[in-house]
């Protein structure tokens, strides 16, 4: 029997308790904690609970099935002493089909209507994921009345999966499933169910002393009176004076017009979540619940925002008049946080910024109902929120965070709404300011990336950005201080430019920037001064949005944005030229390359991404893959849908790595759904003209399927790009390299080229290597599983091209180039291979991957170099070299570069430009450089460092030989002549 995959099982307790993110709810857990946190350091969010049902699975009955339980649906199941979280046994799950489910149920438990329970269970997913239901029932007769669902992803460890609810009113009974669902193919061990009846949740000595620095802190700076949620009392007599200026008229009279002017708010029917069901119909009742939901939270908005800025008491009395009668609402009977938790939440959040708004102007008796209907939603999502993450430890990346994330948001503004008036809003508004400060964010770090996409990073900066302004609002800028926040505005920047591109991650198939990213920019360029934030806005043609939404900035966004700018004034933009045209980011992996940042019509953009965040929340498994759009179209593309989220198609297509640019071994993608192991940025270099990197995706494959992925991507210009692809498996195998396109590709098999076009834009992929029968051609418009009929969604186009003949090692060499229709195809490159590289010739450059890393003199088209690429371009403009990870470069016979040490150096002529130079050096170096370009009287001019903190301290020009003699100190360095 094995114990997931530790040697000891005190090492496994122990790895459960540090990774394990979940609130430990059960009472015979209690205990153990009690004795192990103290001796290891742990503190978990512990909620006492009183046991009514356990499961160990150390019994079955007669028909292999644990006593009293029943099979719901049908498939491979049975006890096993492979794997056990406790005990000698579990119980395994089996699905091989994406269009069965296997399930089994637990026996029926009495409960108490109106009480809240928790079912748990650990599990050991090996492959998919698998789901724990908690249902409810009023006769086991009957159907059921409700349930609740939580779900794991595949993992190396045990995890425990939860669900919480409080019963409804006619409840009589619960009962637990154990599932993994009809898209899912997988595998998973069970053990240790247990159902619980749930009480007061409390804090735990260490986040109470988390939290009490925060809690002072947050007394001395939060005001008494309303409002308080992005502005400051003494600010509201200012901002009315501002939107009664005539020049700012506009602004008020767009908002009096979008809050109906004088039209009476019209009551609406209360809410009850939908049921839950995976398939369209279910999806579009979902999406109208909560898009209702949210309607109703924003109509109070409108008027409380209309009164914030005009002060006429009308627009507050009808703010109380929808609040207090939303207020009547029965939580457990409408819409309720366990049945819906987006509608429960996006009704929530701008209801508690209304609250803050009008509060004022209420009478007490309305005060008083408002506030308890809110205080009673607010506890019940900061409980929620805290089930999944944690202020003491990060979060594991296998539990369901996506939601919680992003309402920890409404937590801040909830908190700050209802302080001092409610019990528990100041721990709850601590709690949040101290997620934020410490734990913000999951997705991502310093470089301000986000790991779940460009989509994603749009919806949740929306409520991100917001709690940053409650905050320092009140002058508070403890968000704002964070390097996260000061520099995912490049994030945006750089992975969303202003043009219709490809992207990935969920939803992001295409993506246009609008109101939202424009607002997102322009807000941090007045936060952080940033010139380049300002031009990204400038560059979006938009001017902010004009309605109230939940997931996008709203009009209010824009017209206290608009106020602030008298003391914090959109900076002057600046050319997006002057920055880099690519970035790393080193945070989440991501490298996004341009040629032309500054001119979106004129840009080619080219997304790398080998992420260690691997394929959960709204990522995908998707490591090495690219994505490339030029001339404001998108030309290589992520494929599928997301019809609705966990829809047989994006489960089983659009999440998985065959819809991507990058690899399959034997037909076989990247492991689906998991986190770790990932991949990695192994290297990059940019420079003036040229950027490498290289993604390392080995480790996102089952390893009995690949050893070595290594996809090193040379840029040449932002405009075309060689790709080497370096693979290795354990067995001789077939390798297909994938690519994806809106309309059919057109395949030349006598050129091994193939050309996709989207509008007048045009790409060319070249296979160099291998050539002709070496390699086999298939294309494909159908998706496997396909879109579900409901959607009406444009067909796409799929290339495999494979290795005809199965080895062990594989090399894919392409060159991938776009142009605009009337102008010429571009050339073919000439293939070379030989002599220890691989490379190819152009019309204007040659540039040479070395065969291997420790690969001595190599010779190829009139480049002599040793190290890992060699590049060499010459056109009418500009003459420019590249030596990565080498010693030496020589250019028909002449010495370009010659160091002590090996360095990547870039060299960069530009007719009427200065001479620019790039070194990137692990250690210290003496580089020898030639340089013709160098007048003898410019020896005289002391060296100007752009970037690298000092000046080079040694130098030399010999005129004679046209050679610079420089020492490089370890570090990145960029130098102009």
Not at 47 to 53: G, K, P, R, S, V
Not at 217 to 235: F, G, I, S, W
Not at 759 to 769: A, C, E, I, M, S
Request: one cysteine or more.
């Amino acid at each position: 029997m094995k114990h997931a995959a530790e040697p000891e099982r005190d090492d496994t307790m122990k790895t459960l308790q540090l990774h394990n993110a979940k609130i430990v709810r059960v009472l015979s857990f209690l205990s153990l904690l009690t004795i192990i946190a103290p001796a290891f350091g742990l503190f978990t969010c512990v909620e006492a609970a009183t046991a009514l049902f356990t499961e160990s699975f150390e019994e079955v009955d007669q028909n292999g099935l644990p006593p009293g339980w029943t099979v719901f649906a049908q498939g491979p199941m049975g006890r096993s002493d492979d794997y056990a979280h406790s005990g000698k046994y579990s119980y395994y799950l089996d699905d091989r089909s994406n269009v069965t489910a296997v399930t089994i149920r637990s026996p029926h438990i009495p409960i108490e209507a109106g009480e809240e329970y928790m079912a748990s269970v650990w599990a050991l997913i090996q492959e998919g994921n698998a789901f724990l239901y908690l249902e409810f029932w009023d006769s086991p007769d009957r159907p059921r009345i409700s349930f609740v669902t939580d779900r794991r992803f595949a993992g190396s460890q045990w995890q425990q999966i939860s669900a919480t609810a409080v019963a409804p009113i006619n409840a009589k009974s619960m009962t637990v499933i154990l599932s993994l669902i009809s898209n899912n193919v997988g595998k998973t061990y069970f053990d240790d169910v247990e159902v619980a009846r749930t009480r007061e949740h409390s804090l735990n000595a260490r986040e109470l002393e988390l939290l009490q620095p925060r809690l002072d802190y947050l007394a001395a700076k939060v005001p008494a009176q309303h409002p308080r949620v992005m502005l400051h009392p003494d600010e509201v007599g200012e901002l009315r004076a501002y939107i009664d200026d005539p020049v700012n008229r506009l602004w008020k009279n767009v908002l009096q017009m979008n809050a109906l002017l004088r039209s009476p708010v019209i009551l609406p029917q209360p809410l009850t979540a939908p049921k839950h069901s995976n398939d369209a119909a279910a999806t579009a009742a979902w999406l109208a619940n909560f898009r209702e939901a949210a309607n109703i939270g924003n109509t109070a908005l409108r008027y409380a925002f209309a009164y914030l800025l005009t002060g006429d008491e009308w627009y507050a009395k009808e703010a109380e008049t929808l609040m207090t009668y939303i207020s009547g609402w029965k939580m457990e009977d409408t819409i309720s946080l366990a049945g819906d938790d987006e509608a429960f939440t996006q009704m929530l959040h701008p209801w508690l910024v209304a609250y803050d708004w009008v509060a004022p102007a209420l009478s007490p008796e309305s005060r008083q109902i408002i506030q308890e209907a809110l205080a009673v939603r607010l506890n019940a999502l900061y409980k929620w929120v805290r089930m999944y993450i944690s202020i003491e430890h990060e979060p594991t990346f296998t539990t369901g965070i996506s939601h919680p994330v992003r309402f920890v948001s409404t937590l801040a503004l909830g908190g700050l709404a209802l302080y001092g008036e409610v019990e528990k809003a100041d721990e709850i508004l601590a709690w949040a300011l101290t997620y934020y400060a410490d734990h913000f964010p999951p997705w991502g770090g310093a470089d301000g990336g986000w790991s779940e996409g460009p989509a994603y990073w749009n919806t949740a900066m929306t409520h991100h950005i917001e709690v940053a302004d409650a905050f320092a609002a009140l002058g508070m800028n403890d968000l704002y201080d964070l390097a996260f926040y000061e520099n995912t505005g490049y994030y945006g920047l750089y992975v969303s430019p202003p043009f219709t591109h490809a992207a990935l991650g969920d939803t992001a198939n295409f993506i246009t920037p609008g109101p939202s990213q424009f607002m997102h920019l322009q807000r941090l360029s007045q936060v952080y001064r940033n010139p380049y934030f300002a031009r990204y806005a400038q560059l979006t043609n938009e001017v902010g949005p004009i309605g109230f939404a939940y997931y996008t900035p709203s009009l209010w966004h824009l017209i206290l944005s608009k106020y602030r700018e008298q003391t914090q004034p959109v900076p002057e933009p600046r050319s997006l030229a002057e920055l880099p045209q690519a970035r790393w980011f080193r945070d989440i992996d991501w490298v996004a390359i341009h040629s032309n940042l500054d001119a979106p019509k004129e840009d080619v953009y080219f997304l790398l991404k080998s992420s260690p965040y691997g394929g959960f929340s709204h990522s995908h498994s998707d490591q090495n893959a690219f994505v490339l759009s030029a001339y404001g179209r998108p030309l290589a593309i992520s494929a599928g849908y997301r019809e609705w989220y966990g829809s047989n198609h994006h489960v089983n297509y659009n999440r998985v790595t065959k819809s991507k640019n990058t690899i399959l071994v034997n037909g076989n993608g990247q492991r689906p759904l998991v986190t770790a192991p990932g991949a990695t940025i192994s290297e990059f270099f940019t420079g003036a003209y040229f950027t490498m990197a290289t993604g390392d995706a080995a480790a996102a494959y089952l390893p009995q399927e690949l050893n070595q992925f290594d996809r090193r991507v040379l840029s040449l210009g932002g405009t075309r790009y060689l790709i080497l692809d370096e693979l290795a498996a354990p067995r001789a195998s077939r390798f297909d390299w994938l690519l994806h396109a809106s309309n059919e590709m057109i395949i030349d098999r006598q050129r091994d080229r193939v050309q996709i076009t989207d509008g007048k834009v045009h790409l060319t992929v070249d296979f160099l290597y291998p050539q002709q029968e070496a390699l086999a051609y298939h294309q494909t418009d159908l998706f496997d599983p396909p879109v579900d009929p409901a959607y009406n969604l444009a067909n796409q186009w799929h290339l495999t091209v494979s290795n005809t003949v199965p080895a062990q090692e594989q090399r894919f060499l392409t060159y991938l180039m776009p142009y605009k229709q009337g102008e010429a195809e571009p050339a073919r490159p000439q293939l070379v291979k030989g002599q220890g590289v691989i490379g190819a010739i152009g019309p204007d450059f040659q540039a040479f991957y070395a065969a291997a890393p420790t690969a001595g003199l190599l010779t190829a088209g009139g480049l002599d170099f040793q190290g890992r690429l060699a590049a060499f371009v010459q056109d009418e403009q500009r003459t420019c070299w590249l030596l990565a990870e080498g010693s030496m470069l020589q250019k028909d016979g002449r010495d370009l570069v010659k160091t002590t040490a090996p360095i990547t150096v870039e060299v960069t002529y530009v007719i009427g430009e200065p001479v620019s130079l790039h070194i990137q050096a692990e250690q210290d170096a003496t580089v020898t450089l030639y340089l013709a370009a160098l007048q003898a009287n410019q020896t005289e001019r002391q060296l100007h460092v752009r970037s690298g903190g000092a000046d080079i301290p040694e130098w030399t020009y010999h005129a004679d030989a046209q050679q610079l003699t420089i020492t490089v100190p370890q570090g990145r360095w960029t130098l102009s002549f």
